[in-house]
């Protein structure tokens, strides 16, 4: 066989006209006439008196395959380079047939040898497009069919002319998206006909229990990470039970919407005071401390835009729906005030009454890490606050330091807010979960002995962007490193949990055993928006083929990083099947209910990400997490261990590293990796073109408030870069004005990691909160530039390194830019 070079390779692309390039489907119109009488001999005769051409024969079984693969091999495409040029199809599909025959031609002929059939049935060959045509299949025979005619005229048999009545096989699209969510709600919003399923319809299962050991193997999506089911055990008395049907669906979903949405809801819970609106509790916040928080700002009088200026100050973007709270001197329950004329950002709530009545008290919410804006209202159809989709706008640090100093109470009661500012060295992100901090309260049995200590000394895991909930179900495991199962719903309540019963108290424990599963039904019923700009369809579609079948560590490619296990060496072999092509697809997925799902941890020498995170959740604070109630200790060495999964005994030969999350609602996830220190896809896939430091555009400034602090902008016109998919942001030097500190945290000199960074890094890697004294300087009062200062993200601080997910520096950027087209129909 000719070895693939220049004008051969080509030809292996022409192969993927025929067979699976990446195209958008079976709609190319089909030649009217026979391409030349000397193809293969036939002159338009019939061939061994089949009644067909080799032309209509092509026409019938193979121009539909190969038509899929006319979207990458086509001038402009992805296979428009140099191993490809020469086997480039034409702009006019009708040259088809003359051009597939040149290649098989200039392939040296031949029938099961020709690289036209070899590059896509042989699953040990390197294509870009896969291997559509296994061995067997129907465009496999029609193609071995034709090049016998070819390769020997006289013995031609075309019998039938339509591969023995069967046609060319009928191509899914390769673009399509179910957006996320849960698969249990889409079932009982749709029978099939456009109607609601009744209440009594029985639940399909669980899209996530099929991911099992053994699922994937051999398969081009791979799984090292399994689900667990989480309350089957009756050992787990008063745990509220999965749904069955569509109606206990519905009913579990209304009661955690009534818990998580805020909005002043009766149930909306609260931080560590559950939903029972006590006013005194440890983190309740006064209203009157809270219209007062203009005065710190250095403002002389309360703006008529404070609603709007607290979210933009503080990244917390109010929602459509009222979320009311009085101002000063406002009755909340007066006929007609509706809670007040105020209008809070969704990480506040106003607490009610025993009967319903407003208390005028704010509590804290989990919208304050979780939920964030993508575009304006009115810039697309899903533009506007995203519900669960993480939240890169937020200084929790800022906001908590400024709602304590206004708070009248000093640390107790409303003011210990304050202790949140340890939570984040810069807007965007935060340490939230830091777990070995509250397993070390939560730890049933306590004991000085060497697991203490390795816990005391795990170090911090500091700087973390928040992982999207619309993509809850489809993920088997959670957290950046995979530490809990997802069904191990009670650490999702973490910071609701009633504050005595993260140190044991048993009736604080029944609460989040009572509604820990209905939260998590309203969070993983939640869709990812659709992106709201034009996507170049031609251009996804090659995307997609990209996607799934492109294998990042083909030998001609001499990727430097180490090859994963398991897995095809694609995107998708991590991030799940999305395309309704290779969902369907059983080399891809063991069943097409696993589309989009993701449970892939890849090791640390493949991914080569920041590690400190990772590194902290050692052997030691896993081991403490399965003695908790968080960590259902009660589960732990059962069949139905709900513990940390990194435990020694449940990982098994899987190596610890980070674990590639659902794609869904992407584009509106920027920045990326697990410590939020890549500011697009673009730099995502081409590591070199990664900033050092940098800083997201801010909203423009109202008209003569030119002291106030806006905060990152989110609108698609001003501020989304499209052709990057991700946010604008400028690129700072080291020692720029007041940004950097030369030799902390940046190096004039060029040389690498600053000084003082190397020096500090041993402390914060190996002594628990120690990252946080860093924070220190947040409890005294900031100047408007320090607060604009915490919007820049720098890389060269600990935990916050953008280096690794460096294997796709393989890719060309015509192929880059043909993958993140693809991702914006996510």
Not at 213 to 218: A, E, L, Q, R, W
Not at 364 to 393: F, K, M, R, V
Not at 424 to 452: H, M, P, W, Y
Not at 675 to 704: C, F, H, M, Q, Y
Request: charged share 20%.
């Amino acid at each position: 066989m000719h070895s693939f070079q220049s004008r051969g390779l080509v030809v292996a692309l022409t192969c993927l006209i025929l067979a699976a390039c990446g195209g958008g489907g079976s709609t190319n119109s089909i030649p009217s006439s026979n391409s030349g009488a000397n193809n293969g001999g036939d002159s338009g005769g019939n061939n061994g008196g089949s009644g067909v051409t080799q032309q209509e024969f092509f026409q019938t079984n193979l121009q539909s395959a190969g038509g899929f693969c006319r979207t990458c091999h086509i001038p402009g495409g992805v296979a428009d380079k140099p191993e490809g040029d020469g086997l480039m199809l034409s702009s006019n599909s009708a040259e088809d047939f003359a051009n597939f025959y040149a290649a098989w031609e200039s392939l040296g002929k031949g029938v099961a040898t020709n690289p036209l059939v070899v590059k896509v049935s042989d699953p040990s060959e390197s294509h870009d497009g896969g291997q559509p045509w296994p061995v067997g299949s129907v465009a496999y025979d029609a193609m071995i069919t034709l090049m016998s005619c070819w390769d020997n005229p006289a013995n031609c048999s075309l019998a039938g002319g339509n591969n023995n009545g069967g046609g060319a096989e009928e191509l899914l699209p390769l673009l399509g998206s179910s957006y996320g969510g849960h698969k249990w709600f889409d079932f009982c919003a749709d029978d099939g006909n456009g109607n609601a399923r009744p209440d009594s319809a029985l639940l399909p299962p669980d899209p996530r229990a099929l991911v099992q050991p053994g699922v994937s193997d051999g398969k081009a999506v791979h799984f090292n990470e399994y689900w667990a089911d989480c309350h089957v055990d009756p050992v787990l008395v008063g745990e509220r039970a999965h749904p069955k049907n569509c109606g206990e669906l519905r009913v579990s979903w209304e009661h955690g919407r009534e818990l998580m949405v805020g909005n002043g809801e009766t149930g909306s819970g609260t931080f560590f005071d559950a939903d029972y609106h006590d006013t005194d509790a440890l983190l309740a916040l006064s209203s009157e401390a809270y219209n007062r928080l203009w005065m710190l700002w250095g403002l002389t009088s309360r703006p008529d835009n404070f609603d709007e200026l607290v979210a933009e100050r503080y990244g917390m973007p109010m929602g459509d729906a009222p979320n009311p709270y009085p101002l000063d001197g406002e009755d909340p329950n007066a006929p007609g005030a509706n809670g007040g004329s105020g209008q809070l950002p969704v990480f506040l709530t106003q607490m009610r009454g025993d009967n319903g009545e407003w208390t005028g008290t704010l509590g804290y919410t989990c919208h304050a890490c979780h939920t964030g804006a993508a575009g304006l209202p009115g810039e697309g159809e899903d533009t506007g606050i995203q519900y669960g989709g993480g939240n890169s706008l937020q200084d929790i640090a800022l906001m908590s330091k400024e709602l304590g100093m206004s708070s009248a109470a000093g640390l107790t009661g409303e003011g210990f807010g304050s202790i949140f500012s340890l939570f984040g060295t810069s807007r965007g992100t935060n340490n939230a979960s830091d777990v070995n901090i509250f397993f070390l309260a939560n730890k049933q049995n306590r004991t000085l002995d060497q697991e203490l200590f390795e816990v005391i000394t795990s170090g911090s895991t500091a700087s973390g962007d928040t992982p999207a909930w619309w993509n809850m179900g489809h993920r088997p495991v959670k957290f950046q490193d995979a530490f809990f199962p997802m069904d191990s719903s009670r650490v999702d309540l973490i910071f609701y949990t009633p504050l005595d019963a993260l140190t044991g108290d048993a009736e604080g424990e029944l609460w989040v055993r009572d509604h820990a599963q209905d939260a998590d039904k309203w969070m993983v019923s939640l869709k990812s928006p659709k992106y709201p700009l034009a996507v170049n369809e031609s251009l996804a579609e090659q995307g997609a083929v990209l996607f799934h079948s492109k294998n990042l560590w083909e030998a001609s490619l001499n990727n430097p990083v180490p090859e994963p296990q398991g897995g095809n060496g694609s995107c998708a072999s991590c991030h799940g099947a999305y395309s309704p092509r290779y969902v369907n697809d059983p080399n891809f997925l063991a069943d097409p209910l696993m589309e989009g799902v993701a449970s892939n941890v890849t090791p640390n020498d493949v991914i080569r990400t920041d590690r400190a995170r990772v590194d902290t959740n050692n052997e030691a604070v896993n081991q403490y997490g399965a003695d908790s109630f968080l960590g259902f200790g009660e589960t732990v060495g059962t069949d139905n261990d709900c513990g940390p999964r990194n435990r020694a005994e449940l990982r098994g030969d899987r190596e610890m590293g980070y674990l590639a999350p659902p794609l869904y609602g992407v584009w509106a996830t920027a920045p990326y990796l697990h410590n939020g220190s890549v500011p697009d896809v673009w730099s995502l896939l081409k590591p070199e073109d990664r900033p050092e430091i940098w800083r997201r555009v801010s909203t423009p400034k109202p008209a003569g408030q030119d002291t106030v602090v806006m905060g990152y902008d989110v609108s698609m016109s001003r501020a989304y870069d499209e052709s990057k998919m991700g946010w604008k942001y400028d690129s700072l030097a080291c020692a720029s004005g007041t940004t950097t500190i030369p030799f902390l945290d940046c190096d004039p000199l060029g040389l690498g990691e600053p000084i003082i960074q190397q020096i500090l890094e041993p402390l914060y890697g190996n002594l628990i909160l120690a990252w946080n004294l860093g924070q220190v300087p947040v409890f005294t009062q900031m100047t408007p530039q320090q607060v604009e200062d915490r919007k820049i993200y720098n890389t060269n601080l600990y935990s916050q390194g953008n280096e690794g997910h460096d294997f796709t520096a393989v890719l060309t950027d015509t192929e880059r830019r043909a993958i993140i087209e693809y991702l914006k129909t996510l």
